[in-house]
């Protein structure tokens, strides 16, 4: 069995988390799957590789190495509805636009569902958990990016085409409002890139779950239009289109690190 996560410390208050960049499936899962879904398409492509230089910075890095398809780690573990309308579930049967992903009569049952949570959620929430306890240990406070990305048109999930960069605090909820204006301000410094606040994605499990500033734990979600930054299908990575979205994240990264609460 491949590692549920790679992780990386950082010497700052802050932790990037990338749940969704995995392409690993087990066997078990594998084979039953439909052709379709074999090629992973809701996949966060490259998002690790779009965030590689941030260990650099001194940020911490965790990534998840197992496809969403196996389990969705931005879903709380009773598998809760996140928004309003249609969405994904914590062990998803149906791809974002709709088709089915496992073949007839094979679908998981409860049982499955169970060991599932606990072979790839529980330890990967367990670090995250256990690594911004210790930031917040170390530093008075801890920072957390839950960062994404997805097509840039998928019509079952969202009208029209989606803004570039979504930024997500649970509508202010999850993260000091000095600091997410601080962000929207970095994000907003190239003005090819359009911007939103709490738009159609707000911030998942993980953004709610962990952003706690009364707390000391301050968390945002970065969801990306794929467009920003590769050619959408195939999945491919694009050197230059990226090369102008990196300065962009970098702006992001460094107000996040070098943010300091009010009365530290």
Not at 9 to 18: F, H, K, N, Q
Not at 64 to 90: E, H, K, Q
Not at 170 to 194: I, R
Request: net charge negative; charged share 20%.
């Amino acid at each position: 069995m491949n590692p549920v996560f790679s992780f990386k410390r950082g010497t700052t208050p802050l932790l990037v988390s990338i749940p969704h960049a995995g392409v690993h499936v087990p066997r078990s899962v594998n084979d039953r799957l439909t052709p379709e879904a074999l090629h992973l398409p809701d996949t966060d492509w490259f998002v690790d590789r779009v965030y590689q230089w941030v260990a650099e910075k001194g940020g911490g890095l965790l990534i998840a190495n197992y496809s969403r398809y196996v389990i969705d780690l931005n879903r709380p573990p009773d598998d809760g509805a996140l928004y309003a309308g249609t969405g994904t579930g914590l062990l998803p049967e149906l791809a974002f636009d709709g088709k089915v992903l496992y073949q007839k009569g094979i679908k998981p049952g409860e049982d499955e569902a169970g060991k599932r949570l606990k072979q790839y959620w529980m330890p990967y929430h367990e670090k995250l958990r256990a690594e911004l306890a210790e930031l917040k240990h170390r530093f008075g406070h801890a920072v957390l990016l839950d960062a994404h990305s997805i097509l840039s048109e998928v019509p079952r999930l969202f009208d029209g085409t989606l803004h570039d960069l979504n930024l997500g605090s649970f509508q202010g909820a999850s993260a000091d409002p000095g600091l997410v204006s601080k962000c929207m301000t970095a994000l907003g410094t190239d003005p090819h890139f359009s911007l939103v606040l709490n738009g159609r994605f707000k911030g998942g499990y993980i953004t709610r779950n962990y952003g706690c500033p009364g707390n000391g734990i301050h968390a945002l979600q970065l969801e990306m239009a794929q467009s920003t930054y590769m050619v959408e299908e195939p999945p491919t990575y694009d050197e230059r289109r990226a090369g102008k979205l990196v300065p962009v994240l970098q702006n992001l990264v460094d107000t996040l690190i070098n943010w300091t609460p009010t009365g530290e």
